[in-house]
């Protein structure tokens, strides 16, 4: 079991199983955005180094494969509009709210700015997507993290956005989809942004209550006031392989236990085992599964 | 007592009383009067410097080892508490107390984050840092409190969720977001008084209820200051400067309208004073509980959920969207 649960990931992807990618236009993001430091390292962007197995990739071939390396199934980073891209129907994303952002509430030094530059950087309003997609014809509320976005740290604007986007489900009478990366509460909002863990759980209620389904996906890294509340309470809860997902992040643990982490600790598979996450899917089959979940969920109309 | 630094004008002025208190029960000599006066002046002084306490001072004053813990309070504020134990799965967490209470001739549920008075109790309590096991202790207690129409009062002070390796393996972050849906859920009233500490995400898993009461100089903050002041700047020393940024004191967060009430102390702070604190947190609470206890319980729930739905500060329709959105 145990060695299980360590293993590194060998499994290879087959292009051919990968169910509906969507053709997706070049990234014209900053390249500031290309958090990994491998990808600097080498010019132009054209390649990169994957930190799983060390194999060279285009970058073109890796769009191609979903971000994942095809050699050793290294889940690369992705972007929020790239997840939309990757798992809704082409063309069916309405954005919701897009126009709803943070403000400074407690003039917290430096916040400000910060947020101009995350919007620069990123090319987003704030650090979630939400509005409604379908997969297969079958429509969906989506709550995607831009974890580029200030690492998707949830501030009132996010709690907002979650919690208009799930009641709108509830009064549309679909299911809600969350793919989450954040490192938790924004602190630079203090209590308020604490608060937007409330909120969402709050909202999720509701939708529980209305029996409809929250289907949430957690990938790397989740962690904070995000793993503490909505990411949680799926119904089914899915995990990216390799994924690290938690509630401490690991620094502070280190410091906490004064020694390193056991390796493997808060990555999807150890997470599984401990039995919080139901499923864990490569990202190459995550539309195929949701697809299979929202239709075994389906309401008779 | 421990006197913290800014409390160093009462030095001389208490050393003063004990010693005119001491030469007046020697030699036989009346200095009531003498005595009075002086305790006077000292109470004055505590009034002042604690009306003025800067935002790191009321976190040292949260902390204070003499502040009272939820069984200082115990015996003021219940008729009976009979503890029960354990979250059914795993273990019994004991830096969460909790169990049915007599409150004002009302059977209560109660749940109360604690933190120890020594080193011993403190490795037993994990010093007032939860693990997964006592948060669903929290959540088994207050579903049968809804099941048995039992009003909750739950009673916050902790520096934070535990944060280690067991905490992790056990589901730290699934046991919080746990009690936050359930306590949306909930028809009974549900009142959080934070007493000392509140720490974070651990702090708020007991504390999203219908009301929030908070003592005076306890704080509530998304993360502590030390902490913040190691991620903003990589520097522990300048925690002072984070605390005055997180705006966490009782009037910030009765501004932003988290806190509902704020329960006045002693004065000189709730570690000089356990009766009277308890007393000041017993009438809050006897106040608010028949306030929420008139009212029909569904429309309690929606009440509930507006309050919590209406926390943040955000604005709408001031930047132009698809300027910042990029083509995909
Ligand atoms: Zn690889």
Redesign the interface.
């Known amino acids: 079991m145990l060695k299980d649960v360590f293993r590194k990931p060998t499994k290879y992807v087959t292009i051919k199983s990968v169910p509906a990618i969507q053709p997706?236009?070049p990234?014209?993001?900053d390249p500031s955005e290309q958090k990994s430091a491998e990808r600097k390292e080498l010019p132009d962007n054209l390649w990169v180094k994957c930190p799983g197995c060390g194999e060279v990739h285009f970058t073109k071939n890796l769009e191609e494969y979903a971000q994942v390396c095809v050699k050793c199934s290294y889940h690369f980073r992705m972007n929020a509009?790239?997840r939309?891209?990757l798992l809704l129907d082409a063309g069916s994303f309405q954005?919701w709210?897009?126009?709803?952002?943070?403000?400074d509430?407690?003039e917290?030094?430096?916040y400000k700015e910060k947020i101009a530059q995350e919007?620069q950087k990123t090319?987003?309003?704030e650090g979630v997507l939400t509005g409604l997609g379908s997969i297969e014809q079958m429509p969906v509320a989506c709550l995607v993290s831009e974890n580029a976005f200030f690492m998707g740290s949830m501030?009132?604007?996010i709690?907002?956005k979650i919690?208009r986007a799930i009641e709108r489900a509830i009064a549309m009478g679909i299911p809600v989809l969350s793919i989450t990366s954040s490192g938790g509460?924004r602190?630079q909002?203090?209590?308020?942004?604490?608060?937007?863990?409330?909120?969402t759980?709050?909202?999720?209620?509701?939708l529980?209550?209305a029996g409809l389904l929250y289907l949430s996906v957690l990938t790397n890294p989740t962690y904070?006031?995000v793993?503490?509340?909505?990411?949680?309470?799926g119904d089914v809860i899915i995990a990216e392989p390799g994924a690290l997902i938690?509630?401490?992040g690991p620094n502070?643990?280190k410091q906490?236990?004064g020694k390193e982490?056991?390796l493997g600790?808060?990555t999807a598979e150890?997470n599984q085992a401990?039995?919080?996450v139901d499923l864990i899917v490569d990202r190459t089959q995550l539309r195929h599964m949701l697809e299979k979940l929202l239709r075994y969920h389906r309401r008779e109309a | 007592m421990l006197l913290f630094d800014f409390e160093k004008p009462l030095f001389e002025l208490e050393k003063k009383i004990a010693e005119l208190k001491k030469f007046s029960a020697e030699k036989g000599i009346d200095l009531g009067n003498e005595v009075r006066t002086l305790e006077l002046r000292a109470d004055e002084l505590k009034g002042k410097i604690y009306d003025h306490l800067e935002p790191w001072q009321c976190a040292q004053v949260a902390r204070h080892p003499e502040r009272p813990n939820f069984f200082d309070y115990v015996p003021y504020l219940f008729e009976d508490f009979i503890e029960l134990r354990g979250d059914r799965h795993y273990a019994d967490d004991r830096s969460i107390a909790a169990g049915i209470a007599v409150f004002q001739g009302t059977p209560v549920t109660v749940v109360a984050q604690v933190k120890g008075k020594d080193t011993k109790e403190n490795l037993q309590r994990n010093f007032g840092m939860p693990h997964p096991e006592g948060y669903r202790k929290a959540l088994r207690l207050m579903e049968q409190a809804e099941k048995f129409r039992r009003p909750i009062l739950t009673f916050i002070d902790t520096p934070g969720a535990a944060c280690d390796l067991s905490a992790e393996e056990r589901g730290q972050g699934e046991a919080i977001a746990r009690c936050l849906i359930a306590m949306a859920r909930f028809t009974v009233p549900v009142i959080s008084t934070i007493i000392g500490e509140g720490g974070s995400g651990g702090a708020l898993a007991l504390a999203a209820g219908d009301l929030l009461l908070m003592l005076e100089h306890s704080y509530f903050s998304v993360i502590a200051p030390e902490s913040c002041a190691n991620i903003l700047w990589k520097d522990v020393s300048r925690a002072r400067e984070a605390s005055t940024a997180l705006k966490y004191m009782s009037k910030d967060l009765y501004q932003l309208k988290i806190v509902d009430r704020i329960i006045k102390e002693p004065i000189g702070g709730a570690h000089r004073n356990h009766r009277q604190s308890a007393e000041s947190i017993g009438q809050a609470l006897a106040e608010e509980l028949q306030r929420l206890q008139a009212q029909d319980p569904q429309s309690l729930r929606d009440q509930r959920y507006q309050k919590i739905r209406a926390i943040g500060v955000f604005s709408e329709g001031t930047v132009n969207a698809t300027e910042t959105v990029s083509p995909t």
Do not use: C, W
């Open positions: 997706r236009l990234l014209e993001a509009r790239q939309v891209d954005e709210n897009a126009d709803l952002v943070s403000v509430p407690l917290f030094p430096g919007r090319k987003m309003t501030g009132s604007a709690g907002e919690a509460a602190m909002e203090g209590i308020l942004s604490l608060y937007q863990m409330a909120k759980s709050a909202a999720l209620e509701r529980s209550e904070g006031g793993t503490a509340s909505y990411a949680m309470l938690g509630f401490t502070i643990i906490t236990i982490l056991p600790a808060q150890f401990h039995g919080f």
